[in-house]
């Protein structure tokens, strides 16, 4: 018997692939394992969006030369945006992998053919992710997502219906549209379907209790995403929007295309058709010439605007990016940290006023696992929810009441059995 072995790291794209070359992979009669030692064929999916990450997917290739040592029958795999179009250079670079393949694709050596086969997760958990979209546009200065990633190409809305309508069936209650610019969706496709029309269709389908998508872009998104939302009764009320900065000069030198005024607007009328809604946002701090003001600008916005989540990361050049190529990283890596924990502690202030006033109230919970003895799940609005139950609550619909607060997740007590 064969086993396989996939290690991945990075964004949500990533694990929904890793997910779907699983079970590719048991289709061809692999078994999978958790221990890479054991394993006949080893992937690494990997990312490179950051520093960090491509340290620890280098670390790991280096960790594997030990393995291939030992046990010379061993096939090693790279996918991922650590894969781009120099595969000579890789290959020279990493001798002891056998196989590159590029993100989303899956191993020619075994598929014996050019195009992907259509696969999907034999169990799906019950919260599932499906790409609708790969590839991305709008070259952001800092970011290496489009040089490994590639042009926007939407996949048909058929295709998409037909695949979560297949979902449902297996036990689907929750799809993620997943794409690096889910809101350019659908212009490269006849007929220019775009994002609000997909999730019009994807509403219909029975079975599917609730439907999110990210990632969005603040110049990208339309006020008729916004209606949809608002309107559709599966569409969950969060919205990922990431910003970067509070300052228009750092989002022209980001290449963002939109000011700080045009994001407030956004946020102002998304607020005003769904006054619950939850969002996220996305902070880049110590970009190349961040002054001091300009930072605090950065810090003003988010004590205003009181995002339920903030993603907040230190810059860190991208060899290949234009910022990487036109701007130095003149901003002190001690300077970056202290801006990084300054973002970290308001956050977190911010995030345990706006959920301190769940404390008490019943929420809808999608329950998606048990851990140490708890089940957990997601509210409508994304809150991560731990709380006791006996029997089998796992894909379903629960009624919980909050008895405890945190900035990160909420604990609570069943108040009632299964939503229809």
């Known amino acids: 018997m064969s086993y396989y072995h996939i290690w991945t790291i990075g964004c949500q794209m990533n694990k929904a692939e890793s997910e779907r070359l699983g079970s590719f992979l048991e289709q061809l009669d692999y078994q999978p394992t958790a221990v890479a ?3 006949n064929l080893v992937v690494l999916n990997s990312c490179v969006v950051r520093q960090s990450a491509e340290n620890r997917v280098i670390g790991k290739l280096h960790t594997l030369k030990s393995l291939k040592r030992l046990r010379p029958d061993v096939t090693l795999a790279v996918t991922g945006c650590l894969v781009n179009s120099n595969l000579q250079k890789l290959r020279e670079r990493f001798p002891h992998v056998d196989h590159f393949f590029k993100p989303g694709g899956y191993p020619q050596w075994l598929t014996g053919q050019d195009q992907p086969p259509k696969v999907l997760p034999d169990e799906p958990s019950p919260s599932t992710f499906v790409p609708i979209a790969q590839g991305c546009n709008n070259f952001c200065s800092y970011c290496i997502v489009p040089y490994r990633r590639g042009r926007e190409k939407s996949r048909p809305v058929e295709e998409i219906l037909s695949e979560v309508e297949e979902l449902a069936r297996r036990g689907v209650k929750e799809a993620t549209l997943l794409g690096q610019n889910v809101d350019s969706y659908g212009h490269d496709l006849p007929a220019s379907p775009d994002l609000a029309d997909l999730l019009g269709e994807l509403n219909a389908i029975g079975g599917i209790a ?16 916004v209606e949809a939302v608002a309107r559709l009764d599966k569409v969950c009320e969060q919205l990922s929007l990431p910003v970067q900065s509070g300052d228009n000069d750092i989002l022209r030198a980001m290449r963002r295309g939109y000011t700080v005024e045009h994001y ?21 701090v110590g970009f190349p010439s961040e002054s001091e003001p300009q930072f605090q600008q950065t810090v003003n916005l988010l004590r205003e605007l009181r995002f339920d989540t903030v993603h ?35 956050q977190e202030k911010i ?15 999608l329950v998606e696992g048990r851990k140490k003895g708890k089940w957990h799940g997601r509210t409508r609005s994304g809150k991560l929810v731990f709380f006791g139950g006996n029997g089998d609550l796992l894909g379903q619909l629960v009624e919980v009441r909050i008895e405890k607060t945190s900035p990160w997740s909420l604990q609570g007590k069943l108040e009632s059995g299964i939503i229809d």
């Open 37 to 39: 030692e054991e394993a």
């Open 210 to 225: 609730r439907i999110r998508f990210l990632t969005n872009h603040p110049k990208d998104m339309s006020l008729k995403l």
């Open 264 to 284: 407030r607007r956004l946020v102002l009328e998304i607020r005003s058709r769904m006054p619950e809604v939850a969002l996220s946002t996305d902070v880049i």
């Open 312 to 346: 907040v990361a230190v810059y860190s050049p991208r060899v290949g990016t234009l910022a990487a190529m036109e701007y130095e990283d003149n901003v002190p890596a001690d300077e970056k940290k202290r801006r990084l924990s300054i973002v970290e502690q308001l």
């Open 351 to 365: 995030a345990t006023e706006i959920n301190n006033e769940l404390l008490g109230k019943v929420v809808p919970v």
